[in-house]
């Protein structure tokens, strides 16, 4: 089964929403911080700002020459002093003549007497803030300042602000990121559990703690696996029911057959009674392995259950079954029989040995001989056999264990289906096969190994 | 060994029709009175009246089933032999065939020569003890124990005689060493593999003129095959 790659994946999605909503968040909460910052920063330096002006305003002289500012040049020179900032001021007259202090500064909007404003302005193309007062003298007093200090105060504030608002969304971020994958959690349980299973395995989904919010996609796929369950269960008793009542007339046709061969018949007539029954007997042969087949396909817990079986007893029953057979077709058919306990099902284990012998019978020229073994291995109950026959080629050993499938240029009345059934039960048993090619002669050597008995009746969970 | 089966009334309960007209096709051609039905009520209102020595039940009939059928056999503790048929699961059908004291069963479909041993053993079984029998050119006197081969007689030791009363007993049936040494357990000491190996290799010279064959199963046991018969 081949891991999906994820085209299109919840978790992606999920956190690119949230990644994104918090990006959004965060440039927010900083443009808020920084307009908090600077309305904070010109509160403030404002006031300051505001003291020069009165200052000034209140040191304006008018006599007949003119209006002048009444400060030595000193006391002026520490009312607009600032480290940082450049300060400058101007006093226009009622008229809006200059009479005092920078020229180049631009006249303030109107402001009603006795009141003072706060305003941005720019000056030699810098911007700045002012502070202007329309005294009650009928002068206006501006003095204005760079923004270097506000700046710098804006800029603290926005940056003590942001550093912690970044850790906290890059946390969030993070903990998204681990939420998901929690959240997603019973979802790849649920993806391990039925990645793990046999195809065969139709069982519900009971063992993977499952959340409402997939309770109703794992309740769906119940009911598929209940329907599959249901239509292979039918399915194979349907095959089974066929084969059943194909035996009966097939064992009548055989009967006849067999007796007709008793009797005198002229040759050329003999020759075709004989083409009959053997085609009989194969057909015969066809409906028992469709049986197994459909034994061995059934789901896992539909079949019998699994009991200790000594494979030593099962190739005894094949020695007193299968030996006049070998007989018939001139193969000394040997037995190397040990003890060796599996966990196993009763029908089918003998089944996967007689289409084991039927095949060495069948394939093995006249003259040659079989040898089935049982025993225990490095800890692994086994059970093989190997014959003198031709062998299968390297290439061809992956391709027998299919269904219908016959080696090409092989004689014999196969019906290609004795070495899948081998496999279906093998697969059934949590066993390996393995078909190679054993001596000098080539013959072909089937070996079937078991997982040891014992408590083995929970199958590990292949994760 | 045909001389020694007499005429026996055999009853076959097969639904059928080519299949139970073939049973008994044999089966009358080898001597016997046979009667047929399809019914597995028939067969037991029969079984209760009549006096049959084996009975050919098929399990799957059309009103009570063979099972059933056998049931009841063996309720009446009735002696007769049974041979079941099956076409069937074969290994549930002879657990559960046997269980309910059937005395062989075979699978659908047979050969006619499997099908007549099966027969014929069972005949055998139920039949009183052969003071005689004698295949190809061997005559065995059991009740005297002697046994000539081609009418010269022969000195058999004990254990070779047990050996050739078990192997005239399973007749075409594989026997393991294992089984044979069951059966010898009698004597003095167990007998080992081996030894079993060189009472068999005796026996076989002494008797293989007479053209009976025990076959070697490599690694496993041996097949009296009986001669001729």
């Given at each position: 089964m081949t891991q999906p790659s994820a085209p299109d994946s919840i978790r992606r999605h999920l956190l690119i929403f949230l990644s994104g909503s918090l990006c959004v968040m965060i440039l927010g909460a900083t443009l808020v911080t920084y307009l908090v910052a600077l309305r904070s920063a010109n509160d403030a330096y404002d006031r300051s700002l505001l003291d020069p002006v009165v200052d000034i305003a209140a040191n304006i002289r008018s006599d007949g020459s003119g209006a002048r500012v009444d400060l030595p040049q000193k006391a002026l020179e520490a009312l607009t002093y600032d480290q940082l900032d450049t300060v400058i001021f101007q006093v226009r007259s009622e008229?809006?003549?200059?009479?005092?202090?920078?020229?180049?500064l631009e006249p303030p909007p109107a402001i009603p007497t006795g009141e003072h404003i706060f305003f941005d302005s720019t000056y030699r193309g810098a911007p700045i803030r002012v502070a202007a007062l329309h005294a009650t003298n009928g002068f206006t007093v501006q003095v204005g300042e760079t923004l270097n200090k506000r700046n710098r105060l804006v800029r603290e504030i926005v940056l003590a602000e942001f550093v912690p608002t970044i850790v906290i969304g890059a946390a969030a971020i993070a903990l998204a990121w681990f939420g998901v994958a929690r959240g997603m959690r019973p979802l790849e349980h649920m993806r391990a559990e039925l990645l793990g299973r046999?195809?065969?395995?139709?069982?519900?989904?009971?063992?993977v703690t499952v959340p409402t919010e997939i309770a109703p996609v794992a309740e769906a796929f119940n009911g598929l696996l209940r329907d599959l369950r249901d239509a292979s269960t039918l399915q194979q008793r349907f095959l089974a029911n066929a084969a059943h009542q194909l035996r009966t007339p097939l064992a009548g046709l055989q009967m006849h057959l067999e007796l007709l061969l008793r009797g005198e018949l002229p040759t050329n007539v003999r020759a075709e009674v004989e083409r009959m029954h053997s085609a009989t007997v194969r057909a015969s042969r066809l409906a028992n392995q469709l049986l197994a087949l459909a034994k061995a396909e059934s789901a896992p817990d539909q079949g019998r259950p699994l009991e200790v079986i000594d494979l030593k007893a099962v190739g005894d029953a094949a020695a007193r079954d299968w030996f006049s057979t070998a007989i018939a077709h001139k193969i000394d058919l040997g037995f190397a029989l040990e003890r060796a306990p599996i966990e196993g099902d009763p029908v089918l284990i003998p089944e996967l040995l007689d289409n084991l012998i039927d095949n060495a019978l069948r394939y093995t020229p006249p003259g040659g001989a079989a040898t089935v073994s049982t025993g225990v291995r490095d800890g692994a109950p086994y059970l093989s056999v190997e014959d003198t026959g031709p062998g299968i080629a390297a290439s061809e050993r992956s391709r027998?264990?299919?269904?219908?499938?016959r080696v090409p240029g092989t004689s014999g009345d196969g019906s290609g289906l004795g070495l899948a059934i081998v496999k279906e039960i093998v697969d059934r048993h949590a066993g390996s096969l393995e078909i190679d090619t054993r001596g000098a002669n080539g013959g072909t050597r089937v070996r079937v190994r078991f997982p040891p008995p014992g408590p083995l009746a929970q199958k590990p969970s292949p994760a | 060994m045909s001389a020694t089966v007499a005429t026996m009334r055999i009853l076959v309960v097969e639904d059928d029709k080519l299949l139970s007209e073939g049973l008994v096709s044999v089966l009358s051609r080898a001597g016997h009175a046979v009667d047929y039905t399809a019914s597995g009520k028939y067969a037991d209102t029969l079984l209760g009246q009549e006096s049959y020595d084996l009975l050919v039940l098929d399990?799957?009939?059309?009103?009570?089933d063979g099972f059933e059928v056998l049931r009841r056999v063996r309720a009446r503790h009735s002696p007769i032999g049974v041979l079941v048929l099956t076409a069937r699961d074969a290994v549930e059908d002879r657990v559960h065939g046997l269980d309910l004291g059937a005395d062989d069963y075979l699978t659908k479909p047979f050969s006619v020569a499997e099908f007549e041993a099966r027969v014929r053993a069972l005949l055998r079984r139920n039949?009183?003890?052969?003071t005689r029998v004698s295949v190809g050119g061997l005559t065995v006197d059991v009740a005297a124990k002697r046994v000539r081969v081609n009418d010269k007689a022969v000195d058999l030791t004990p254990r070779e005689w047990a050996l050739l009363e078990l192997f005239l007993t399973r007749p075409g049936r594989v026997l393991s060493k294992d089984q044979i040494a069951e059966r010898l357990i009698g004597f003095d000491e167990p007998l080992s593999a081996n030894a079993i190996e060189v009472h068999v290799s005796r026996l076989r010279t002494k008797i293989e003129s007479a053209g009976v064959l025990i076959r070697t199963v490599r690694g496993f046991g041996y097949l009296w095959e009986g001669g001729h018969e």
């Open positions: 008229r809006g003549d200059i009479i005092d202090g920078e020229e180049e046999s195809p065969r395995d139709l069982r519900p989904i009971t063992n027998v264990v299919e269904r219908f499938y | 399990v799957g009939l059309p009103d009570i039949a009183p003890p052969e």
